[in-house]
């Protein structure tokens, strides 16, 4: 079955671009779109914050932040919800980077939640899908009515089902049932007390738009996300990290292999990908060439069930 696409008519009133105007190209149009974000809903909301873990996706979202608001500092602070099983690479940029730019930076840990018994470790060792309670805590205690996140549709089904603006309710839990419509550049982020908005200011863009980005604004990433030695050993077709979160059965192999990470979890759940990607153009060419999402690829936590990043949103996840 083939679809007719109408063709404008003559009666169409959108106007075409006046001669000699100025055309924004793919990633100037993805930046202001985004830009504009930050800037409408920080207008109307009284407490936003910024996740930000140090993954590529933050740091690109930083980025637009500080880009939004110059010469001013960024207006708010941003939140890592830290599992413990963070690589030290990103660590200590997420460390360095909160240094360097000024910014106010809160922290909810998962092992606090262990520890005075509200949370128990979970058997299959990862602590990625154990954030969600520490980070609705952190959103309650810092009284955030709007929390910026980093997600993208293009990575996972449930993302793409998500607005730029998604309504959370007084549990911090998502309705994808119940969601606002999003006409043209307009952004309702009113809510009830008690509520909050997800933000979503990177809705739009891709994997491949991210490193586009990264290469033109010489954007500086975690060295993890490029080419590497590393001891690895595979598991359920992934390669994982040898550390201290990370350790291998006795039946899988300890090999030291080149490689890279195209996203940014626990040690635990998230794999890494053989690659000679030296550099931002290198990546580029990759990430091109790819037709297997980041999250897909190397993220255990997404395959624990066939909706489980879903579940998890509902739940109250970013």
């Not at 993954?55 to 960024?74: E, I, Q, T, Y």
């Not at 990625?128 to 520490?134: G, I, K, S, V, Y």
């Not at 891709?206 to 010489?218: F, G, H, K, P, S």
Request: with cysteine; proline share 5%.
């Amino acid at each position: 079955m083939s679809l007719d696409i109408a063709k404008p008519s003559a009666s169409d009133t959108t106007a075409p671009a006046a001669p000699g105007a100025r055309q924004l190209d793919q990633l100037s149009a993805l930046e202001s779109e985004s830009i504009h974000i930050f800037r409408e809903v920080t207008a109307e909301r009284e407490r936003p914050v910024l996740l930000f873990s140090g993954g590529k996706d933050s740091v690109v979202m930083l980025h637009l932040a500080r880009k939004a608001f110059w010469p001013a500092p960024v207006p708010f602070p941003v939140l890592h919800v830290d599992t413990g099983h963070n690589f030290p690479e990103v660590m200590d940029f997420r460390d360095k980077t909160v240094a360097d730019f000024g910014l106010r930076l809160e922290v909810a840990r998962v092992q606090d939640w262990i520890d005075d018994g509200r949370l128990a470790e979970r058997a299959d060792g990862t602590r990625n899908p154990l954030q969600t309670a520490p980070l609705l805590d952190a959103i309650e205690r810092g009284r955030f009515d709007a929390v910026y996140g980093g997600g993208r549709r293009d990575e996972e089904k449930a993302r793409a089902k998500e607005r730029v603006v998604s309504l959370r309710d007084d549990f911090g839990q998502w309705d994808p049932r119940n969601q606002r419509p999003e006409l043209w550049n307009l952004y309702n982020t009113r809510h009830r007390a008690g509520e909050h908005v997800r933000v979503f200011p990177l809705s739009n863009w891709t994997e491949l738009d991210i490193w586009r980005y990264i290469a033109r604004e010489n954007i500086v990433l975690p060295s993890l996300y490029y080419a590497h030695d590393r001891d690895v050993f595979e598991r359920d077709g992934m390669l994982l990290a040898v550390g201290e979160f990370s350790q291998p059965r006795e039946d899988e192999l300890v090999e030291t292999r080149r490689v890279r990470y195209r996203t940014v979890g626990d040690m635990s759940c998230t794999g890494a990908v053989e690659s000679d990607a030296a550099g931002v153009e290198d990546v580029l060419t990759e990430v091109a060439a790819t037709r297997i999402t980041e999250r897909g690829a190397t993220r255990a936590d997404d395959r624990i069930t066939e909706a489980a990043m879903e579940d998890r949103k509902k739940e109250g996840y970013f």
